[in-house]
């Protein structure tokens, strides 16, 4: 019996980096993320600061969300865009983003919905449903 946790333990120490590594979101340089909407990938745009209070509730029912179901990594790509860093550039021109704490779904470069400054597990899900239904 003791052998048996042993081993259970050994495994799931082991593959902890992998499952945490893979639940972080990509950081966003300039045509990483529209690489892969030319490709036809579902993305979601978190345009966050460092600072924000709502980013970071935003964050933890992301990361949440992402723990109860796995297939939310599986076929969104995520990137996590520096407001501070990329307010006035391109991407955020173009996607008409008002301000930080917005979140993007897109298909290739069709955008599929956004929320804008908003908390909800639920809506946030929605969000993230509407990717599933669209892949």
Not at 31 to 44: N, R, T, W, Y
């Amino acid at each position: 019996m003791k052998r048996r946790t042993f081993l259970v333990s050994t495994a799931a120490l082991t593959l902890l980096p992998l499952a945490l590594q893979a639940a972080e979101p990509l950081l966003y340089t300039p045509g990483s993320a529209e690489a892969a909407m030319d490709e036809g990938k579902i993305v979601l745009l978190d345009f966050w600061a460092s600072w924000c209070s709502t980013c970071a509730a935003q964050e933890r029912v992301l990361a949440a969300l992402k723990a109860e179901n796995p297939t939310y990594e599986e076929k969104i790509v995520f990137y996590k865009v520096d407001w501070d860093l990329y307010a006035k550039e391109t991407l955020a021109k173009d996607l008409r983003i008002p301000r930080r704490s917005t979140l993007v779904l897109l298909k290739g470069r069709k955008e599929l919905g956004r929320i804008v400054a908003g908390t909800s597990k639920a809506d946030i899900q929605a969000l993230l449903d509407m990717a599933l239904t669209a892949s």
